[in-house]
Structures are given as C-alpha cells and as structure tokens.
C-alpha cells in the first residue's frame, strides 16, 4: 500500500487545480506554464517512485531532499 504526505506549510492544492495567476500566456504542456502577471509553473519532471529491485545485503539507499520547498534532491 502507497503512502503520499503533502506539507501544509506549501499551501498547494492536491485536487484541483488553481487559476489564482490569471491568464496563462505560454505553455509546453507538462513542462512549464508562463502567467501574465510573471509567475511560471514547472511540474515534477520525474515522479518519485520506489525502486522494484532489491538491494544486496548490507547496501542501503535513501534520497536525500536538499530543499524541501522545490523538492530538490
């Protein structure tokens, strides 16, 4: 069974989506979205997904977040 947690302290919208920027003036769909009044929106490009292989033993693995807010890692 899957596990998604979302930080409240982001304040974004899981389930819908959100036209709070007004127009939007250019767009690569899935790649990024340019509004008129200047912000710009780039969804993850790689989901997080687990991997399906196991390890050998004594090998561990983990992702490392460097900046929770951009979920860079």
Known sequence: MAAISLDPRLNLQATKKSNQHGVVLEEIEGL????????????????????????PPGVA????????????F
Do not use: C, Q, Y
Request: aromatic share 2%; charged share 25%; net charge positive.
């Open 61 to 72: 693995a983990k992702d490392v977040v460097i900046d929770k807010f951009t979920n860079l």
């Open 32 to 55: 990024i979205r340019v509004h008129k009044d200047g912000h710009v929106e780039r969804p993850p490009m790689i989901p997080s997904v687990p991997s399906t292989l196991a390890l």
